[in-house]
């Protein structure tokens, strides 16, 4: 998922042969939080996710820093970056499709938890 919008074939490839959506990597962060690094939530993407099952859970798992996927794609949207680099949207597209993913619950207990 580190290209612009994530080609669901590839994924098709890797589910059908059944990898495990629950893999970390040695910082513990999934393929939902590395989707958000790289900007790749499309729509079509997101959607695919969900029919996999993928979504209900790996979308509010949290890194060995406590981060989110959603955190993760809120920093790559507020990262400052130099005035003659272009400034890509696909973070904000990502952010953007993440927020409209998540649970209506969601930001709540992700206020309360930070506000503990």
């Known amino acids: 998922m580190h290209?612009?919008?994530?080609?669901?074939?590839i994924l098709e490839f890797l589910f059908a042969v059944?990898?495990?959506?629950?893999?970390?990597d040695?910082?513990?962060r999934t393929l939902m939080h590395h989707g958000a690094?790289?900007?790749a939530f499309t729509e079509d993407l997101m959607n695919f996710l969900n029919c996999q099952g993928v979504?209900?859970?790996?979308l509010t798992a949290t890194d060995f820093n406590c981060k989110t996927p959603l955190d993760y794609a809120k920093e790559m949207?507020?990262?400052?970056?130099?005035e003659d680099v272009y400034?890509?949207?696909?973070w904000k597209n990502s952010l953007k499709i993440l927020n409209a993913t998540l649970p209506s619950w969601?930001?709540?207990v992700s206020e309360f938890v930070q506000k503990s």
């Open 77 to 82: 949207v507020d990262r400052e970056t130099h």
């Open 55 to 58: 979504l209900d859970h790996y």
């Open 26 to 28: 040695r910082d513990g």
């Open 87 to 90: 400034d890509d949207p696909r």
């Open 106 to 108: 969601y930001g709540f």
């Open 37 to 39: 690094l790289h900007g």
């Open 3 to 9: 290209h612009r919008g994530a080609d669901t074939t």
């Open 18 to 24: 059944d990898i495990d959506p629950a893999a970390r």
